[in-house]
Nanobody, 124 residues
Framework: QVQLVESGGGLVQAGGSLRLSCAASGRTFSSYYMGWFRQAPGKEREFVAGITWSGGSTYYADSVKGRFTISRDRAKNTVYLQMNSLKPEDTAAYYC?????????????????WGQGTQVTVSS
């Protein structure tokens, strides 16, 4: 059974940093790509960052480019999202997801597995 377990969320002041982790288990993810999505109250879920498991190619939403960094540790089956220079508008529930395919996708509908989410709150 595939499990994605996020951790690392919390409350931080604007300008601060957090690192989210997503521990993946239950299968081999070599042919998968991993994504971080977020959803704020009253807003649609949006793509934040993604990475291909095998090659490590990375993708970012324009709103986080230069502030967030996605990485993966294949030995630990874990994906990370380092978030720096956080802004109040980054406040949301953050979800880790895994999708399979030859081409990376920013669309949540292309992701097969999802974690339970971790809350990030940035105070001004």
């Amino acid at each position: 059974q595939v499990q994605l377990v996020e951790s690392g969320g919390g409350l931080v002041q604007a300008g601060g940093s957090l690192r989210l982790s997503c521990a993946a288990s239950g299968r081999t993810f070599s042919s998968y790509y991993m994504g971080w999505f977020r959803q704020a109250p009253g807003k649609e879920r949006e793509f934040v960052a993604g990475i291909t498991w095998s090659g490590g190619s990375t993708y970012y939403a324009d709103s986080v480019k230069g502030r967030f960094t996605i990485s993966r540790d294949r030995a630990k089956n874990t994906v990370y999202l380092q978030m720096n220079s956080l802004k109040p508008e980054d406040t949301a529930a953050y979800y880790c997801a895994a999708g399979q395919g030859a081409l990376f996708s920013r669309s949540g509908s292309r992701y097969e597995y999802w974690g339970q989410g971790t809350q990030v709150t940035v105070s001004s």
